[in-house]
């Protein structure tokens, strides 16, 4: 009796520094290697929050196999690590406690791959919606009207995805209210002059005059939130004053509304910019536009039964209907209406994956690609002054957009170190 205590005594004392040894001998694998694991479980994250692949991927933690495995099994097959455990990933080595690569993980194995996609969908309906926003002003005239259609589409979007809870939507308070309400008369002053310069005036001359919206930027933050602007920015936007200068001098399509229509654009998608930046919460994006937009629309209802409403009851429904038909008609308020609130959505979404210098250089990409898109598909006909003042405002925009995403990346560095 004596001697069997000790022999198991003994084989109890050999098998403590196998213990011992083995989450050491699992780390070298890139922390999921071995068996016994009694590091803190982390939680996997979203996209854009860098969740953690390895444990995304595993089904289970490793001390609920050891214990299973103890049910049935000896000692020595206990501690001694599988076939696929003692593998790292890196070496193809795949544990039978894996989970298949589902949507998150090929979001994680692929992120250029996706925020190309996203480059390209945001691209793609911004131009979509450029070309049929012109095409329903040729025969209905009524900018007001369709910068209301516009958001009441984007709104009963908005209204769908949240009862379906996609995504969940995030409650409101009067406090946060009252910080969204300048957000949104911003919102909707700039996006009401920027139709009303779309329906008097060709898109690319539209484009090219809301090139100017940084110049806007740095003035309104230099003498309105009193922030210092450095000498290379103001003279980056000087190549900006003079490209839009030139094109505007021999635009064919120039007219005094639609200039205008397009500056007041300027500052008020400036001040939207400015109060944004007081309106931070922790709301997702997607509930703060959503919200936005509700509030946006109440503010744009009232102007188009003003201004367009008695002429819209005489003739404006009926010479619409009448040049391309009931069908036509409402399926274009439609999907303009839809597009314009996905490439809003979708930028949104961009540009919350991307660092500030690309950010920057997709906004100016952006613009290139509606401008050249508009001319191929409208054949306006420009002068040689105004394409090669659209080149150098363009150009400007970029330089500008460049050197401010510098500045800001050097700050966020700073602040980190």
């Known amino acids: 009796m004596e001697s069997r205590v000790l022999s198991r005594a003994a084989a109890f004392s050999a098998a403590v520094p196998q213990l011992r040894k083995l989450p050491r001998e699992g780390s070298r694998g890139g922390g999921g290697g071995g068996l016994l694991c ?15 692949l390895i444990w995304g991927r595993q089904l289970r933690p490793a001390p609920l196999l050891l214990l299973e495995s103890s049910r049935g099994a000896g000692r020595k097959e206990i501690l001694r690590p599988g076939p696929a455990a003692a593998s790292s990933p890196a070496e193809g080595g795949d544990s039978a406690g894996e989970a298949k690569i589902g949507p998150v993980g090929f979001f994680e194995k692929y992120p250029a791959l996706v925020t190309g996609f996203f480059f390209f969908m945001w691209y793609f309906l911004n131009v979509i919606f450029n070309i049929l926003n012109k095409k329903i002003y040729n025969y209905f005239p ?16 908005c209204l769908v995805s949240w009862a ?13 209210l009252k910080v969204l309400i300048p957000v949104a008369v911003c919102h909707a002053l700039g996006h009401v ?18 090139a100017l919206e940084p110049f806007f930027n740095a003035a309104a933050s230099q003498f309105v939130l009193g922030q210092s602007i450095p000498i290379t920015l103001w003279l980056s936007l000087a190549p900006v004053v003079l490209g839009v200068s030139m094109a505007s001098l021999t635009e064919l399509s120039f007219n005094w509304t639609g200039f205008i229509s397009a500056m007041i654009s300027n500052v008020s998608f400036t001040y939207r ?6 309106a931070m919460t922790d709301m997702d994006s997607t509930n703060v536009y959503a919200y936005i937009s509700i509030i946006a629309l109440f503010v744009c209802i009232p102007p188009a039964l003003i201004i367009e409403g008695p002429q819209l009851m005489k003739h404006g429904f009926n010479d619409a209907i009448a040049k391309v038909g009931m069908t036509k008609f409402v399926s274009d308020l439609f999907w303009v209406g839809m597009f314009y609130h996905l490439y809003n959505q979708l ?3 961009t540009l919350e994956r991307v660092a500030p210098l690309t950010h920057a250089v997709g906004n100016v990409l952006k613009r290139v690609f509606v ?3 508009s001319i191929l598909a409208f054949g306006n006909k420009i002068s040689t002054q105004t394409g090669i003042g659209t080149v150098i405002a363009i150009a400007g925009v970029a330089i500008y957009s460049f050197i401010k ?10 602040k980190s170190t």
């Not at 009524?142 to 979007?157: D, E, I, K, R």
């Not at 139709?195 to 809301?210: E, G, P, R």
């Not at 995403?405 to 700073?414: D, G």
């Open 142 to 157: 009524y900018p007001y009207f369709v910068s209301v259609v516009h958001l009441f589409v984007g709104v009963v979007y």
């Open 273 to 278: 910019s400015i109060y944004s930046k007081k």
């Open 371 to 373: 401008i050249g898109f």
């Open 405 to 414: 995403a510098k500045m800001e990346e050097e700050k966020r560095q700073l």
């Open 38 to 52: 009694f590091a803190a479980p982390r939680q996997v994250g979203a996209v854009g929050e860098g969740g953690n």
């Open 193 to 210: 002059t920027s139709n009303v310069s779309f329906a008097a005036v060709a898109v690319s001359f539209t484009h090219t005059i809301k």
């Open 347 to 349: 930028a949104t979404n």
């Open 164 to 176: 379906v809870g996609l995504p969940k939507r995030a409650p409101i308070d009067s406090n946060l």
